[in-house]
Nanobody
Framework: QVQLVESGGGLVQAGGSLRLSCAAS????????MGWFRQAPGKEREFVAV????????YYADSVQGRFTISRDNAKNTVYLQMNSLKPEDTAVYYC?????????????????????WGKGTLVTVSS
């Protein structure tokens, strides 16, 4: 079992920044590709960013490319999402996920239902 706990969400004005953290416990963190996903009210959960086990491969959704940065610290069992230039449309609950597939595989919408582990999410609200 892997337990994932997100933190760092909150209310921010458009153009501002937030840094999300996801702390993992349980099995070996470096065995898992990690990702951030989000779900806005009334919408389906969507891929935001993923990072491979050793951080060598990273993928971003087009909507956040150039504004968000995913990183991981395997010594601290933590994955981060630095979010800059936030927009009101970034408002959502942000979820951390861990999966033993590849980072690229985690980007597929079909993978959402089969992800190995999910956190409970942290709310990000961007005001205009």
């Amino acid at each position: 079992q892997v337990q994932l706990v997100e933190s760092g969400g909150g209310l921010v004005q458009a153009g501002g920044s937030l840094r999300l953290s996801c702390a993992a416990s349980g099995r070996t963190f470096s065995n898992y590709a990690m990702g951030w996903f989000r779900q806005a009210p009334g919408k389906e959960r969507e891929f935001v960013a993923v990072i491979s086990r050793l951080g060598r491969s990273i993928y971003y959704a087009d909507s956040v490319q150039g504004r968000f940065t995913i990183s991981r610290d395997n010594a601290k069992n933590t994955v981060y999402l630095q979010m800059n230039s936030l927009k009101p449309e970034d408002t959502a609950v942000y979820y951390c996920a861990a999966d033993q597939s590849t980072a690229q595989a985690m980007t597929a919408p079909s993978r959402l239902s089969g992800m190995d582990y999910w956190g409970k999410g942290t709310l990000v609200t961007v005001s205009s």
